[in-house]
Nanobody
Framework: QVQLVESGGGLVQAGGSLRVSCAASGSTFRTDVMAWFRQAPGKEREFVAAVTWGGVTSYADSVKGRFTISRDNAKTTVYLQMNSLKSEDTAVYYC?????????????????WGQGTQVTVSS
């Protein structure tokens, strides 16, 4: 089993920055791919960004150039640095983890999820 705990959410003004973190524990060898998804009220959970153990990254078009995903394998922690935030970035942000072969943008492909952290961007 893998446990994922997010932290760092909060309230920020449009144009500001925020960093959220996700700490993994347990069977971390199962976390080859770690990702962030988000879910706004009334909407489906959507892919934001993913990073592999080797550091290969992928981003949703809506956040490309503004968000940066990174991971510290020694600490089994993944980060999402969010810059130039917009009101439409407001959502609950979820950390997810999956083994080798995980389809990065497909939420059903991930085996483990955190409880989520709220990010609110005020305009």
């Amino acid at each position: 089993q893998v446990q994922l705990v997010e932290s760092g959410g909060g309230l920020v003004q449009a144009g500001g920055s925020l960093r959220v973190s996700c700490a993994a524990s347990g069977s971390t060898f199962r976390t080859d791919v770690m990702a962030w998804f988000r879910q706004a009220p009334g909407k489906e959970r959507e892919f934001v960004a993913a990073v592999t153990w080797g550091g290969v990254t992928s981003y949703a078009d809506s956040v490309k150039g503004r968000f940066t995903i990174s991971r510290d394998n020694a600490k089994t922690t993944v980060y999402l640095q969010m810059n130039s935030l917009k009101s439409e970035d407001t959502a609950v942000y979820y950390c997810a983890a999956g083994p080798v072969g995980t389809i990065w943008r497909r939420r059903e492909s991930y085996n483990y999820w955190g409880q989520g952290t709220q990010v609110t961007v005020s305009s």
